[in-house]
């Protein structure tokens, strides 16, 4: 059971935006800490995709982008290609027993 | 570009214990400069962070898995392992070992993963 939820599907069409939302409470993102965000294609290791918030590693695409607010996050994906078909997952830490260091429920985007 | 390279057992018995090596390569665990992490994904689900230790030995464990969980390091080999006890079929997953980036208060992010093994528990 993961404190940070997210949509189970998102889909858009090949060059449309599609947003996925981490939402928390105040023991996590409410609390301020960070969320990162890792994108994982069928079959492999999750990869970062985000991190600290709205940061992207070396070599990530800049179609994508994070926000924080309040009790939540977001992951937008702009220009949305057939390569970004994959389950995305948000991260953050989590101040209750629950495990500290806690991954959103995941969400797969399907580009139509 | 560092790597990690899990090893370990496919297929572990219930109640026996799980053991996982990660290998890392094109970096130093001793260097200090990062913490090294355990994450499982069970099929067709989420991740579930199970701790993490620094080169001097320092651990920390998810408080929902702490009571069944060693995390070592062996610096000379540049690897760091995991254990898990009295497994039963609930631990099946696939585990990932990561370079885990700490930057603050709380702070922490996987930025290099395995490609992750495949553990059954089964008898």
């Known amino acids: 059971q993961s404190v940070l939820t997210q949509p189970p599907s998102v889909s858009g069409a090949p060059g449309q935006r599609v947003t996925i939302s981490c939402t928390g409470s105040?023991?996590?993102?409410?609390?301020?800490?960070?969320v990162h965000w890792y994108q994982q294609l069928p079959g492999t290791a999750p990869k970062l995709l985000i991190y600290v918030n709205n940061n992207r590693p070396s070599g990530v695409s800049d179609r994508f982008s994070g926000s924080r607010s309040g009790t939540s996050a977001s992951l937008a994906i702009t220009g949305l290609q057939a390569e970004d078909e994959a389950d995305y997952f948000c991260q953050s830490h989590d101040s209750s027993l629950s495990g500290n260091y806690v991954f959103g429920t995941g969400t797969k985007v399907t580009v139509l | 570009q560092v790597q990690l390279q899990e090893s370990g057992p496919g297929l572990v018995k219930p109640s026996q214990t799980l053991s996982l090596t990660c290998t890392v390569s094109?970096?130093?665990?001793?260097?200090?400069?990062?913490?090294w992490s355990w994450i499982r994904q069970h099929p067709g689900m989420g991740l579930e962070w199970i701790g993490y230790?620094?080169?001097?030995?320092?651990?920390y464990y998810n408080p929902s898995l702490k009571s069944r969980v060693t995390i070592s390091v062996d610096t000379s080999e540049n690897q760091f392992s995991l254990k898990l006890s009295s497994v039963t079929a609930a631990d099946t997953a696939v585990y990932y070992c990561?370079?885990?980036?700490?930057?603050?208060?709380?702070?922490?992010?996987?930025?290099?993963w395995g490609q992750g093994t495949l553990v059954t528990v089964s008898s």
């Open positions: 094109s970096d130093s665990i001793s260097s200090g400069g990062y913490h």
């Open positions: 990561a370079r885990t980036n700490y930057y603050g208060s709380a702070g922490y992010y996987f930025d290099h």
């Open positions: 230790i620094y080169y001097n030995g320092n651990t």
């Open positions: 105040s023991s996590n993102i409410g609390a301020g800490y960070d």
